[in-house]
C-alpha cells in the first residue's frame, strides 16, 4: 500500500502512469494515483462491471490526501456492495453521473475514432494543450458542474496569450463534445456507455470570437509560389517530406492541407492519375477524387517511393508515431521557416487555395467545377440527394488550367 511520503515523492513522466493502493483485496475495486505529464495527481475509484471497466474520480492530490482518498474509495466500494445485494436502488443517472470534464472528452474522441474521424488525434491534442496542462482543476471537474463562466474564463485565458483563431477552434471542439454527451446519453436508440448527467451544453452560452474569423483576402503573385516551388527543397531545417507537401499542395491548386498530410499509398493511383481520398480523410465527410496534374506526379513519386521504401501506410506520417500523420503546426512551422530563411513575405497554404480559385475564375472555369475541385460541400438539394455524377472531366479541366498557370510563372521567373 501507498504511503504519504511515497505519494509525495511521485514525479511527472513524459506519459502519464499510475500506481495502485492495493491492499489485495479482491472484488472490492481499487484506489489508484494518476500521475499526469502536467504533474498533476489524481486519485481514482477503479471497479469493473459486466467485465467492463469503470473508474468514479476521486480528486487532486494533495486537496484530497491519502487518507481521504482511501475513505471514499471504501465508500465507494460499500455502496458497490450494497447496490450488489439490493439493499439500495437507484436511478442509472444517480448511479452513473461520475466524470470529470477529461472523460467527457477523451470519451468525445474515442467516438471520433471509432467513426474514423482523422481528426480525432488534433482534437484531443488541442484539449490536452488548451485545457488539461494549463488548468488542471478544470479538467478534473465534472462535466455536469462546469459553467458558461468556466468556458469563459478559459478561452478568456488564451486570448490574454495572445491566441486568436485557436481559441475558436477550442470552443468549437467544446460545443461538439457536449452536444455529443447530451445526445449520446438522452437518445433512445443509443447504449451510452455513462450517463454524465448533463442537461444543457455551457459553452453555447459562450460566443466565438467573430472578428477572428475574417475572410482573408490575399491572393498570391506568380513569384512568390515561383521561389517557393524553387527554394523550399534548399531550406535548411525543413525536413524531406514537408517541403514536398507544400509543394504538393501547390501543385493540387490548394487541397487542404490536413487532408493532404493524412494521405495513404493506398489513395494515391498514379496509373489512373488520382489522388481518390475516403469520406473519413475529408472535412465534409464525402469522398474526393483530385486529379493528379503534370506538376503533381513527380512530386507524388518520390513520396510514394519513399513511403514504400520505409514501409509506411502513409506519405507524411509523424516522426514520434509512424502509424499517424504529422500534424498541421508541424507544416505550417515548415512553411515559417522557408520563409523567414528567404525573408519572403507571410503567406500561407490557404492563400495558395484562394490563388487558385482566383486564377480558375479567370481562365473561365465556372465556380462549381472550381468549387467540386476543393472538394467544397455541395448544399443544394440536387447534388444532396440526386446528382451522382462525380465531374471528374471537369475536375481534369480545372487542373489542367491551374497546371498551365503554374509552368507559366515557373517560366518567367527562372533564372536568366
Same mark, same amino acid.
Given at each position: 500500500?501507498?504511503?504519504?511520503?511515497?505519494?509525495?515523492?511521485?514525479?511527472?513522466?513524459?506519459?502519464?502512469?499510475?500506481?495502485?493502493?492495493?491492499?489485495?483485496?479482491?472484488?472490492?475495486?481499487?484506489?489508484?494515483?494518476?500521475?499526469?505529464?502536467?504533474?498533476?495527481?489524481?486519485?481514482?475509484?477503479?471497479?469493473?462491471?459486466?467485465?467492463?471497466?469503470?473508474?468514479?474520480?476521486?480528486?487532486?492530490?494533495?486537496?484530497?490526501?491519502?487518507?481521504?482518498?482511501?475513505?471514499?474509495?471504501?465508500?465507494?466500494?460499500?455502496?458497490?456492495?450494497?447496490?450488489?445485494?439490493?439493499?439500495?436502488?437507484?436511478?442509472?443517472?444517480?448511479?452513473?453521473?461520475?466524470?470529470?470534464?477529461?472523460?467527457?472528452?477523451?470519451?468525445?474522441?474515442?467516438?471520433?475514432?471509432?467513426?474514423?474521424?482523422?481528426?480525432?488525434?488534433?482534437?484531443?491534442?488541442?484539449?490536452?494543450?488548451?485545457?488539461?496542462?494549463?488548468?488542471?482543476?478544470?479538467?478534473?471537474?465534472?462535466?455536469?458542474?462546469?459553467?458558461?463562466?468556466?468556458?469563459?474564463?478559459?478561452?478568456?485565458?488564451?486570448?490574454?496569450?495572445?491566441?486568436?483563431?485557436? *481559441? =475558436?477552434?477550442?470552443?468549437?471542439? +467544446?460545443? !461538439?463534445?457536449?452536444? @455529443? &454527451? /447530451? *445526445? =449520446?446519453?438522452?437518445?433512445?436508440? +443509443?447504449? !451510452?456507455?455513462?450517463? @454524465? &448527467? /448533463? *442537461?444543457?451544453?455551457?459553452?453555447?452560452?459562450?460566443? !466565438?470570437?467573430?472578428?477572428?474569423?475574417?475572410?482573408?483576402?490575399?491572393?498570391?503573385?506568380?513569384?512568390?509560389?515561383?521561389?517557393?516551388?524553387?527554394?523550399?527543397?534548399?531550406?535548411?531545417?525543413?525536413?524531406?517530406?514537408?517541403?514536398?507537401?507544400?509543394?504538393?499542395?501547390?501543385?493540387?491548386?490548394?487541397?487542404?492541407?490536413?487532408?493532404?498530410?493524412?494521405?495513404?499509398?493506398?489513395?494515391?493511383?498514379?496509373?489512373?492519375?488520382?489522388?481518390?481520398?475516403?469520406?473519413?480523410?475529408?472535412?465534409?465527410?464525402?469522398?474526393?477524387?483530385?486529379?493528379?496534374?503534370?506538376?503533381?506526379?513527380?512530386?507524388?513519386?518520390?513520396?510514394?517511393?519513399?513511403?514504400?521504401?520505409?514501409?509506411?501506410?502513409?506519405?507524411?506520417?509523424?516522426?514520434?508515431?509512424?502509424?499517424?500523420?504529422?500534424?498541421?503546426?508541424?507544416?505550417?512551422?515548415?512553411?515559417?521557416?522557408?520563409?523567414?530563411?528567404?525573408?519572403?513575405?507571410?503567406?500561407?497554404?490557404?492563400?495558395?487555395?484562394?490563388?487558385?480559385?482566383?486564377?480558375?475564375?479567370?481562365?473561365?472555369?465556372?465556380?462549381?467545377?472550381?468549387?467540386?475541385?476543393?472538394?467544397?460541400?455541395?448544399?443544394?438539394?440536387?447534388?444532396?440527394?440526386?446528382?451522382?455524377?462525380?465531374?471528374?472531366?471537369?475536375?481534369?479541366?480545372?487542373?489542367?488550367?491551374?497546371?498551365?498557370?503554374?509552368?507559366?510563372?515557373?517560366?518567367?521567373?527562372?533564372?536568366?
Amino acid at each position: 500500500m501507498l504511503t504519504d511520503k511515497q505519494v509525495r515523492g511521485l514525479k511527472p513522466k513524459d506519459k502519464e502512469y499510475i500506481v495502485s493502493d492495493d491492499d489485495r483485496s479482491r472484488g472490492n475495486g481499487r484506489l489508484v494515483l494518476r500521475v499526469r505529464p502536467s504533474g498533476t495527481k489524481t486519485w481514482e475509484y477503479r471497479y469493473f462491471v459486466n467485465g467492463r471497466r469503470r473508474k468514479r474520480a476521486l480528486g487532486t492530490y494533495p486537496e484530497v490526501s491519502l487518507v481521504q482518498a482511501r475513505q471514499a474509495s471504501s465508500e465507494s466500494a460499500e455502496v458497490r456492495a450494497a447496490r450488489k445485494g439490493g439493499l439500495i436502488v437507484e436511478s442509472r443517472s444517480s448511479a452513473q453521473t461520475t466524470g470529470n470534464l477529461g472523460e467527457l472528452l477523451e470519451a468525445y474522441v474515442e467516438d471520433l475514432r471509432r467513426r474514423k474521424k482523422r481528426s480525432a488525434d488534433e482534437v484531443l491534442a488541442s484539449f490536452r494543450r488548451w485545457i488539461e496542462r494549463p488548468m488542471p482543476d478544470l479538467w478534473e471537474t465534472r462535466a455536469d458542474q462546469v459553467t458558461a463562466t468556466d468556458i469563459r474564463d478559459l478561452l478568456a485565458h488564451h486570448i490574454r496569450r495572445g491566441l486568436t483563431t485557436g *481559441t =475558436n477552434r477550442l470552443r468549437a471542439y +467544446l460545443h !461538439a463534445a457536449y452536444q @455529443w &454527451g /447530451l *445526445t =449520446n446519453e438522452n437518445n433512445p436508440r +443509443l447504449a !451510452a456507455d455513462r450517463v @454524465w &448527467g /448533463l *442537461t444543457v451544453n455551457p459553452v453555447a452560452a459562450v460566443p !466565438a470570437q467573430a472578428d477572428y474569423e475574417r475572410p482573408g483576402e490575399r491572393v498570391l503573385a506568380g513569384g512568390d509560389l515561383a521561389h517557393a516551388w524553387r527554394y523550399l527543397t534548399e531550406s535548411p531545417g525543413l525536413g524531406w517530406r514537408f517541403p514536398r507537401m507544400i509543394k504538393l499542395a501547390i501543385a493540387t491548386a490548394g487541397q487542404r492541407p490536413s487532408m493532404l498530410l493524412r494521405l495513404r499509398v493506398q489513395d494515391v493511383d498514379l496509373e489512373k492519375g488520382v489522388i481518390d481520398i475516403p469520406g473519413g480523410a475529408t472535412k465534409t465527410g464525402v469522398a474526393h477524387v483530385v486529379p493528379i496534374g503534370q506538376h503533381a506526379r513527380p512530386v507524388l513519386d518520390v513520396l510514394v517511393a519513399q513511403a514504400r521504401l520505409d514501409g509506411h501506410e502513409l506519405l507524411c506520417p509523424a516522426s514520434h508515431d509512424p502509424g499517424t500523420s504529422a500534424r498541421l503546426n508541424s507544416l505550417t512551422t515548415a512553411l515559417q521557416i522557408y520563409r523567414d530563411r528567404w525573408e519572403r513575405p507571410t503567406w500561407t497554404l490557404r492563400d495558395v487555395r484562394r490563388t487558385a480559385k482566383t486564377v480558375l475564375g479567370q481562365q473561365g472555369i465556372p465556380k462549381d467545377h472550381r468549387d467540386r475541385l476543393h472538394g467544397h460541400a455541395m448544399t443544394d438539394v440536387s447534388s444532396r440527394h440526386y446528382d451522382r455524377y462525380d465531374y471528374l472531366a471537369e475536375k481534369r479541366e480545372a487542373m489542367a488550367a491551374w497546371d498551365a498557370w503554374l509552368s507559366a510563372i515557373l517560366d518567367s521567373e527562372a533564372p536568366k
